[in-house]
């Protein structure tokens, strides 16, 4: 079971991001402050649910949540400050844009930057222990899964539709084939024996 706060503060946001480790597209973050009898029966870290689930909790998540938000961070900026900063800055700007100023941060994974004066605390796999992390983790990945699926039609032979920017052994042949896009991202290493590409 899921539990639905940490801090004991009524306004506690969750914020986790999706995409870190993919070769194209950007990193998505998302916040989420959820209401204290918040409940669903299958929510759970995204990671764990079927695409079907996850689409099926966005809209039960949007609608039932206090305030939420969804930042995307371009694969430039993700070259420009390097993904892990990436994803932290897409975290700020996700809890920046709420329309209710959260009380304290529970943030999935073991690396965050203080936000304001808020309290924040680290939560390792948190998406598979707090709801509103959780909830934030769905909303990041479907988010980024629907912005994937339109820029397959741009380049379909990477297959983003289905691999979402991840390096899969199809993602890889395509680079290998057709080179790389403006999607991706150029400072990750986009093939194993790659030393140096040429952009």
């Known amino acids: 079971m ?3 706060n940490y801090s004991g503060c009524a306004l506690e946001v969750g914020t986790d991001e999706a995409g870190r480790g993919c070769l194209s597209g950007p990193v998505v973050a998302a916040a989420v402050i959820l209401p204290k009898d918040f409940s669903h029966p299958f929510l759970n870290d995204s990671k764990q649910l079927s695409e079907k689930k996850r689409d099926e909790l966005r809209p039960f998540i949007e609608e039932n949540a206090i305030a939420f938000e969804v930042c995307f961070v371009w694969q430039e900026e993700v070259d420009a400050i390097n993904v892990l900063q990436a994803s932290i800055a897409g975290m700020h700007r996700s809890i920046a844009k709420l329309k209710t100023q959260p009380e304290f941060i529970i943030v999935d994974g073991n690396k ?10 680290t939560i390792v796999k948190g998406d598979a222990k707090y709801l509103s992390i959780a909830a934030a983790s769905i909303l990041a990945k479907t988010y980024r899964d629907e ?3 339109t820029i397959h039609q741009e380049f379909p032979q990477y297959n983003w539709q289905k691999n979402k920017g991840y390096p899969t052994k199809q993602h890889r042949a395509a680079i290998r084939e057709f080179g790389v896009t403006k999607y991706h991202r150029k400072s990750f290493k986009l093939l194993p024996e790659q030393l140096k590409l040429n952009f």
């Open 2 to 4: 899921l539990k639905s």
């Open 112 to 121: 965050f930057k203080n936000y304001k004066e808020i309290p924040h605390k």
């Open 147 to 149: 912005y994937m699926a």
